[in-house]
C-alpha cells in the first residue's frame, strides 16, 4: 500500500502548481479541486491494471468451469465470452479517453461488468448453493485493492452488485438448503463490502494528508530556493560594490597621504605640524580598514592569491609586534622568537594575521593591566603560534560567531570598544587558504588564547628569504592614545572665568580636536576613558560634559549612569558625541538620559552651537535656583532653603516621628508696651528683637517653626537633622539670654520696660505638614511643644526654664538649679523644672 501511495505523488507540473498556488492561497475548495485532479489521473492509471487484470483473468477460469461444471460449460462460456468482450469494450473506452466516461463510472463498470456476469454464473449453476458467488467477492478486493479512491463509486457498485445477486437467485431457491446458504453468504459479501469500503476511505484520508505534506514541503525547498538564489545574487552585487568603492576610496586616500607627507617635509609650525600628524595618522587608518574589505572581497570572489615563500615566522612576530611596542613595551612578552623559525608563507597576509590578533588582544585587555603573550612553537611539519591575553574574555557561545565576518560579541563590556567585525574574519581566510587552523579558548574576564596552526610547507632553514622592508598594509598606529595620559585641564590663557567644559574621548586625535574646537570659548578638560571622565567630573564640576559612546573601562553610558546617581553632578549637561549614527542610535541616547546627541563626523559649529546652548540653559537654570534660594532664605534658615530647593529630602514633608527640642522665647512685658506706646516704635522693638534672635537661630542650626507677635517657637533636629540637638538649643538659649540683656538695657535707656522668658523642652514629636491646598504649615504634634510653651510662660526675664529630660541630655554642660514641681496646664502631674544659669567652663 504504502509503495503504491509513494509511486503515486503527483508529478504533473500544471496540477501541482494549480494545487500549489491553493495551499499558498490556504483556499480549501481549490485544494480540494487540485487533489480530486490528480486522483483522477491516479485513478485512470491504476484502472488500467484492474482491467488488464480482468482481462486475464476471466479466460483463466474457464479451467475451473471445465473441471467443476463441465455440464454447464456451455452457458458458462457464452458469459464468459459476454464478460471478456464488456470488458474489452470498457477498456477501449479507457484508453481513448472518453470524456463521459471518468475514472468513476469506468470503475463501477469494471465491477458491474464482471459481477453480473458472475451473479449469471450462479444462476446457472444453482442459486444460492453455488459457490461462485466468492468471485464476488474477488471482484470487490481486487477493485478496492487496485483502485483505492472513490468509496462512494465502490459502495454504488457494491449495492447494485448485492441487489442483482439477491434478485437473480431469489425465485429459484426457496429450499430451507438454499436459504441456509443466502444467509452463510450473505455474512461474507456483507462484511467483505463494508471492511473494503472502511479501508479505501481511510487510505484516501491518509493520502490526502500526505499529499498535502508533500506539497507544504516542496513549497518550502522552493520557497528557500528562491531566497537562497536571492542571497547568493545581493551577496555577490555587495561584494562587487566593496570592490568598486574601496577601489574608489584608495586613490584619492592615497593622494590626500601623499599631501600630507609633502606638508610635513615643508617645516610647519608645531600646531600645523600635530594637525598634519593627526590627518597622516587617521586617514592611514581609513586606508588599513578599506584594504581589510578589499581583501574580503578577493577572498570572496576567488581572486585571492598567496605568494608563498620561505619566510622566518620569528622575524615576522618581532616586526610586527614593534608597531605596540612603543608604549606597551612593558606589556608584551614573546617566547620562542630567539631562533629563526622556517615556514612556507605569503608574509604580507600573515602580518596582517599577526596584526589582528595582536591589536584584538591589546583592544580588549585593560589599557593598565593588560598583558599579552607571544609564543612561536615549531614541531615536525607544523608551526603554532599562539596569542595570549588577560582581558575581558569571550563567552563560550560566542566562540563560533567571531569568526563570522561583522560580527562582535553581543553584551554590554563590548560596546565598549570600536570595530567593523572585519579582522578575526579575514585572519580565519588568511589561515585556511595557508592550509592552517585557527581555535580559540577563552574564559570570561579572565584573558582569551588564539591559537594557529600552520603546515610548514617545503620551508627549511637553508632557503629562508630576507623580509622586505615595506611599508606593509599601511598599518595604523595602535591606538593614537599610546602612552600619554591627558593633562586634566587644558586652560587658554584668558581662560578666567569661561564655562568648563570635559571631554571624554579614547581618541587622543578627537581630544585634541575638540581642544581646538572649543578652547576659545571654554576652558577644557580632557579625558581618555569614561573612568578617568568620571574621576575629573567628581574633582572639577564641569559645567559640560562631553562623551563619546564607546570607550574601554567605562563606556560613554555608564559615565552618564554614573553622574546621573551622584547627587553633586546630577544636573550636569551631557552630550553624547557617537560615531553611531541614525534615529536608533539617537533615541538611544536620549533614553539613557543624555541632554544631547551629536554623530561623528560633525559640524564644528554645530558643536559650538549645542555646546553653548546647555551651557547657557544650565545658566539660567542655576541663576534661576540662586534667585529662589535667596527668596526662600529670607523666610527660612539657608540650610532649609537648601535642602528644600536640591529636593534631595522631600521625604520631610510627609508625616514622621523623631525627637527634637524645642525652644519657646516669649517677651515679658509685651502687652503693655504695645498698648501704650507708637504702633512705629513697637514695630521698631519688634523688628530690633526678631532681627537679633533670628540671626541666633540660623547660627545655631534651629528652625525657626512660627512667630506669634512676641513669641518664637524654634525646632531643632527637624527639619534639618542636628546632632546634639539638646545642646544646640541650649546654646542658643544661653546667647539669646546675653542678648535680650543687652536689648533690655538699651530700651531701659528709652524707657521701654521689656524682658524675656525662654522655655526649652526634649521629646519624640509627630511633624509634616499640615492644612489644606493654599495655605500650608509645618508643624509638630505631641506634648513637647506644648511643655515648652508652658515651660516659657512661667519664666521671668533672665530664665531658662527646662524640663527634667532636657537637663539630663545638657547636664554636663550647663549650671542649672531646681525651680521646683510646678503645676502646668495640659499636664495632670506637676512637672519639675530647672532653671539654666550658665556654661560650664
Ligand atoms: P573587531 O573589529 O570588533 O575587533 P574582530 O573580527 O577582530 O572585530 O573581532 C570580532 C569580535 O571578537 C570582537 O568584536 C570581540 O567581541 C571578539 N574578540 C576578538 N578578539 C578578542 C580578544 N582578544 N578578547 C576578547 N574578545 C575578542
Redesign the pocket.
Known sequence: MDSLTRSSVPTDAGSISRIEQARRSSSEPELTEGYQEWRNRFAAERLRVLYYLGLVANPVFIAADILLHREHLHSLLLIRAVLESGLLACFLVLIRRIPLFDPKVLLILWVLVGNLCIVQMTVVLGGFTAQYYNGLNLVFLAAAVIVPVSWPSHLLAQAITLISYYGANFLQSTTPAGLNAAVENSFFLLWTCVALLFSVSLYERLQRAEFEARLSERHAREELETSHRKLLELDRLKSEFFANISHELRTPLTLSLGAFKTLLKLSPTSVCEQAIQSGLRNTSRLLFHINELLDLAKFDSGRAELRKCCIDLATLVRSVAANFESSQKSRIHVKGLNQPVAIEADPHQMKKVLY??L???F???DPDEGQVWIRVNGREGTVELEIE?N????PSD?FGR??DRF???EGSA?RQ???????????KEIVTLHGGIIAVE?ALGR??T?TITMPRGKANPDNIVALEDEEMVTIPRYRETEGERPPAVVSSPSSGNLPLVLAVDDNADMRGYLNQVLHQRYRIALASDGAEGLKQARVLRPDLILTDVMMPRMSGYDLLKAVRGDGTLRSIPVIFLTARAGADAHVESLEAGADDYIAKPFDENELLARVGNLIRARAQERELIDLQKEKIARFLPPHLAEMIISGDRDDFLKGHRTEISVLFIDLRGFTAFAETAEPEDVMTVLRQYQTDMGRLISQYGGTLERFAGDAMMIFFNDPVPVQNHAEHAVRMAIAMRDRMNELRAQWNNRGIDLGAGIGIATGYATLGVIGFEGRKDYAAIGPVTNLAARLCSEAQHGQILVSGRFLQLVEPLVCAGPVGNLTLKGFHRPVPVYNVTCLRN
Open positions: 589582528n590578533l591589536s584584538n588582544a583592544k580588549f585587555s591575553d582581558g575581558i574574555g569571550i560566542q567571531i569568526f560580527t562582535q560579541v563590548t570598544y570600536e570595530g567593523s567585525g572585519i579582522g578575526l574574519a579575514l585572519v577563552s584573558g582569551s588564539f
